[in-house]
């Protein structure tokens, strides 16, 4: 039997402009849109966290202080106050619906318990620089980076059972996203200035080893970071204005231009945490995206 080159080719087209077409189609649901007004929040909106009933919490509402709450309507409003002088950055929930944040300027973890509203010192360490951002494995233990900016320098801390803050490494680069992967195993932490992220095993014990360089950028910054359940690193591009989604593997896989040029941090939710909530420090508010998978912690609370 003979076949036309000319019609294989025609065919081979189609199905390749096909392909292309599906593809495109799919890197344009990866849009951000706004979620919230700009402004909303204060230039420090940082630590997006998704709780069980789908409410959405950043830090710094209409001013420093504060934790605000969005909706699901993306109608926002002041969730609570936290004491004296202190200003939250990152936010987490554990498996218990208890809320964690790290106070940067008093070198605090507080925790608002699951129903309460009043924010309580749970960890203190006043030789801390700069609480910046936590994370939570799904044991339970929760590490903290911390950022030296005024040095470039950073660290990373692990609060114990016992409550108390304990040194992991020092001598590092400006510390700034941290997060845990999915299985619990790995750790991973961002140095801004430097523009590195390091991944470590992590030991039975919560302590880390193996440390190896997972992905080096050549430009612009880095802040917030966080898993999907499938082991991918969404990683907030401070000053280039996109989220880059890194596998495992440590393969590139998308990114995502977002309408503003600093963003903060990024979280899960929406139906089944398949939504990319991401602060922007440039623009006040909240940008969102469809995720390729449910976010990971996301996951670990429902």
């Known amino acids: 039997m003979k076949f036309s080159t000319t019609k294989i080719s025609v065919r081979l087209f189609g199905i390749t402009s096909a392909i292309l077409f599906l593809s495109a189609c799919k890197t344009q649901n990866l849009i951000s849109t706004d979620f919230t007004p700009e ?26 202080g504060t934790i605000g709450i969005v909706y699901e309507n993306g109608k926002s409003d002041i969730f609570t ?8 950055n990152g936010i987490r929930f554990d498996t218990s619906g208890n809320m964690f944040i790290a106070d940067y300027v008093g070198h605090n973890v507080y925790q608002i318990k699951n129903g309460s509203k ?44 016992n409550k108390e803050i304990v040194l992991l490494e020092d001598n590092m680069g400006t510390t700034n996203g941290i997060e845990v992967s999915p299985d619990g195993k ?25 440390k190896s360089l997972f992905i080096k950028f050549d430009d612009f910054g880095m802040d917030g970071m966080r898993c999907d359940s ?16 890194v ?8 990114e995502v231009q977002l309408k503003g040029k600093k963003p903060s941090n990024i979280t899960f939710g929406g139906e089944n945490g398949k ?28």
Not at 281 to 293: H, M, Q, S, V
């Open 118 to 161: 009043e924010a309580e010192v749970y960890a203190h360490n006043p030789e801390m620089s700069q609480p910046n951002d936590l994370a939570i494995a799904p044991n339970g233990t929760m590490y903290l980076s911390d950022p030296n900016w005024a040095e470039s320098k950073g660290r990373i801390w692990i609060v114990q059972e």
């Open 81 to 88: 106050r936290l004491d004296g002088k202190s200003v939250g």
């Open 186 to 210: 790995r750790l991973y932490v961002n140095e801004s200035v430097q523009r590195n992220v390091w991944q470590y095993d992590i030991n039975e014990d919560g302590t880390l080893g193996n």
């Open 230 to 245: 499938q082991g991918n690193l969404y990683i907030t591009r401070y000053d280039k204005g996109t989220v880059v989604i």
């Open 39 to 64: 402004w909303g929040f204060t230039k420090g909106i940082e630590g997006p966290a998704v709780d069980v009933n789908g409410n959405l919490y950043a830090v710094n509402y209409k001013e420093q």
């Open 247 to 254: 596998t495992p593997d440590k393969k590139i896989i998308k």
């Open 275 to 302: 939504t990319c909530y991401v602060t922007m420090a440039d623009r006040g508010n909240f940008e969102t995206f469809p995720a390729l998978n449910s976010g990971a912690f996301y996951k670990r609370l429902h």
